[in-house]
């Protein structure tokens, strides 16, 4: 059974439709890439998962449950966490203060099994931890980013979904990024990826699916999308010999 399970799924914006038809699984403890150029679904798919946007139709299940009509904060709590574009630190508040509200969910937890999460994460991410006090709004593009992804593991999710996590960030901080969420899959926790740089993302995944027009064009495993010519030129960037 996979652990996230879309089946037909269409979300349409007004009279434009996102997805058409989209059908994809992943299985627990997998990395899963989702590449494609800028309006092909991507995000829409992330948003419709975590129950931003309703699909028009077709189904979604996570853990064998149905996650039609369940509202956002519901589906955190079931266990999938949604990092979205733009990493959207809380600016009057600090990289403590922001990593901790990915807890908002665990109400019941005591403070104490908050707190040892929260030094999970400092360990995780140790140049955060010099800036714990800082407001976030004072970190680098960068440590941002490693916030924002803090603060969705702090949900403790079985899925984390990541919205272009390099966006922005500098080469040498993309490795790091990428580094890391390779260790969060390693810990235990499956990752559905949407990025921009699909060499990256199929270094890491184990399957990729590619978007066109919120359509699924192909899917495989990084190698065997590397080594198709058409879809490498056109939706991967290029020429490269391999996913390494």
């Known amino acids: 059974m996979p652990l996230l399970e879309l089946d037909s ?8 439709e996102a997805l058409r038809g989209l059908t994809l699984q992943v299985e627990e403890g997998e990395i899963i890439a989702l590449l494609g150029s800028n309006g092909a679904g991507k995000s829409t798919t992330l948003r419709a998962i975590s129950g931003l946007v309703e699909p028009r139709s077709g189904s979604l299940r996570f853990a064998d449950r149905a996650l039609a009509r369940l509202g956002p904060e519901s589906i955190v709590r079931l266990g999938i966490a949604h990092v979205p ?7 009057g508040l600090t990289v403590r203060e922001n990593i901790v509200l990915g807890a908002s969910n665990r109400r019941r937890a005591p403070k104490a099994e908050v707190a040892a999460d929260l030094e999970r994460m400092f360990a995780t991410f140790p140049e955060l931890r010099p800036f714990a006090d800082a407001l976030g709004w004072t970190l680098s593009g960068g440590q941002q980013q490693m916030v924002a992804i803090a603060r969705g593991l702090m949900s403790r999710p079985r899925l984390l979904m990541l919205d272009e996590p390099s966006l922005g960030l500098a080469p040498l901080v993309v490795q790091q990024v990428f580094r890391v969420i390779a260790d969060i899959r390693a810990n235990g926790t499956t990752v559905l990826l949407v990025e921009q740089n699909a060499h990256m993302a199929l270094s890491i995944a184990d399957r990729g699916y590619v978007l066109e027009t919120g359509r699924l064009v192909i899917q495989g495993k990084p190698a065997e999308l590397w080594n198709n010519e058409d879809v ?3 939706y991967l960037g290029g020429r490269v010999t391999s996913a390494a």
Not at 9 to 16: I, M, R, S
């Open 232 to 234: 490498r030129a056109a």
């Open 85 to 91: 574009e733009g990493r959207r630190v809380f600016p």
């Open 9 to 16: 799924v269409v979300v349409a914006y007004g009279k434009v």
